[in-house]
C-alpha cells in the first residue's frame, strides 16, 4: 500500500487539502470561522472577550486539521501565513503525529490548478 501523502495550502481563513493517491489529487476546503460577523460589534467594546472568541476558533479550524492529518504519513504544509507554522506548532505536540513526516514551504496564493501542480511536484520528488 503506497503511503498516504497530503498537500495543505492554507492560511487563516481556508485550508485546501489536497490528497495525493496514485499521482492524482483530490481535493477537500475546510473553512475556519474566525470572525463570526454578527458577533462582531457585541465583542469589539471588550477586546480581551474577542480575542479568546479569536482564539477558540483558530482552534478549533487547527484541531479539526489535525483531525484529518492524524492518518497521513508525508504532508507538505504551503501559503502565504504563518498558520502553517502555527498548525506545525500544533502537530509537533501531539503524539500521534510524531511520525509523520511534514514540511513547511512558503507560498503565494495560488489558483487550485497552480496548488494541485505545486503538490504533484512536491511528491514527485519526496
Request: proline letters at 2%.
Amino acid at each position: 500500500m503506497a503511503e498516504k501523502k497530503l498537500g495543505i495550502w492554507m492560511d487563516h481563513s481556508t485550508a485546501h487539502l489536497m490528497k495525493f493517491i496514485g499521482g492524482s489529487i483530490e481535493t477537500e476546503i475546510i473553512e475556519s470561522r474566525l470572525i463570526d460577523l454578527e458577533n462582531v460589534n457585541r465583542l469589539w467594546n471588550n477586546v480581551g472577550r474577542f480575542m479568546s472568541y479569536e482564539k477558540q476558533q483558530r482552534w478549533a479550524y487547527f484541531s479539526k486539521l489535525n483531525e484529518i492529518i492524524k492518518d497521513y504519513k508525508k504532508i507538505i504544509l504551503f501559503g502565504p501565513s504563518d498558520a502553517k507554522i502555527e498548525l506545525f506548532d500544533i502537530l509537533s505536540e501531539d503524539e500521534r503525529c510524531l511520525k509523520i513526516k511534514v514540511e513547511i514551504q512558503q507560498a503565494d496564493p495560488m489558483t487550485e490548478n497552480q496548488e494541485q501542480a505545486f503538490v504533484k511536484e512536491y511528491f514527485s520528488k519526496n
